[in-house]
């Protein structure tokens, strides 16, 4: 089972291993989240090598590119990266022995980190249970 949540949510028993997927955290800065923030979330690993390139969180960030865009670079850039996609191999083939749950800033998955990775890791393993929240 794979699941998707905002890291803001609080931990359930249900969540097995909690991954975080760093990209939008907001307008506090990097330092200020890296040091203050980050040390407060719960969560077991951080998916460091899912973690979009910062050209691209800045094309979105500006409006340069709307979402769309900006989802289909990011799948992308995950496939061309041959760390990143055994990085999602990793978690799909961890989804069939425990739960595995994806975590972000975001309050919702429609536009969400998290929603790209849990459906990348449905393609990879197509038996994947996928609960997207």
């Known amino acids: 089972m794979i699941q998707t949540k905002s890291v803001r949510t609080y931990p359930s028993p249900d ?3 909690r ?3 760093l990209g939008f955290e907001g307008v506090l800065g990097v330092d ?12 077991e690993e951080e998916a ?3 973690r979009p390139s910062r050209l691209r969180l800045d094309l979105y960030s500006k409006g340069t590119i709307g979402w769309r ?3 289909e670079l990011y799948r992308a850039e995950i496939c061309r990266s ?3 996609y055994r990085e999602i191999e990793r978690y799909a083939a ?13 309050e919702t998955p429609e536009c969400s980190l998290r929603r ?4 990348m890791c449905g393609c990879v393993i197509s038996k994947v249970s996928l609960l997207i929240e």
């Not at 790209?116 to 459906?119: F, H, K, V, Y």
Request: some cysteine; proline content about 5%; overall charge negative.
């Open 15 to 17: 969540d097995g291993m």
């Open 19 to 21: 991954v975080l997927i």
């Open 32 to 43: 200020v989240f890296s040091n203050l923030i980050l040390p407060t979330l719960v969560y």
């Open 48 to 50: 460091a090598s899912l």
């Open 69 to 71: 865009s900006f989802e």
């Open 82 to 84: 041959d760390r990143a």
């Open 94 to 106: 961890l989804s069939q022995e425990m739960p595995v749950t994806f975590l972000d800033m975001c």
């Open 116 to 119: 790209i990775i849990a459906q």
